[in-house]
């Protein structure tokens, strides 16, 4: 018998997804492939402090999950472009939404943090 997915039960292959959309670098891809296709330098000139070996490892990922879609170009040198699925586009909107709300509340939470480091600090000190 098949069950409905749900998330919160531990056997559900929607953990395997969420596992790979809640990686950081999962999350700057697809929004840095939004326009179309580009090409692995590109894509690590824009994605800041990913290192090579990283943006393929999740490069592989997406494309194994059918998120992206990696053509190769019979040229010399090869050139090698990737670009978001259908799948991928479906996943932009709510992925860029997250980005959005980050963006705009970055500088709340990076404030939140230091009043609670400060107090978190203060509590120690009196221990």
């Not at 950081?24 to 690590?44: C, K, M, P, Y």
């Not at 990913?50 to 393929?56: A, N, Y």
Request: hydrophobic content about 45%; proline content about 5%; aromatic content about 6%.
């Amino acid at each position: 018998m098949d069950l409905p997915p749900d998330a919160f039960a531990r056997e559900c292959a929607s953990r395997v997804v969420l596992d790979r959309i809640g990686d950081r670098w999962t999350v700057l891809i697809v929004v840095a492939l939004a326009d179309g296709a580009i090409r692995f330098s590109q894509l690590r000139s824009r994605i800041e402090g990913i290192t090579p070996k990283v943006l393929t490892q999740t490069l592989r990922a997406l494309e194994r999950d059918g998120v992206v879609t990696r053509t190769v170009f019979a040229e010399v040198p090869p050139r090698v472009e990737y670009e978001l699925t259908e799948l991928g586009r479906d996943l932009l909107a709510p992925i860029d939404a997250i980005r959005i709300w980050a963006e705009q509340h970055a500088a709340r939470i990076v404030a939140n943090r230091g009043r609670y480091d400060v107090a978190a600090d203060r509590l120690r000190a009196r221990s």
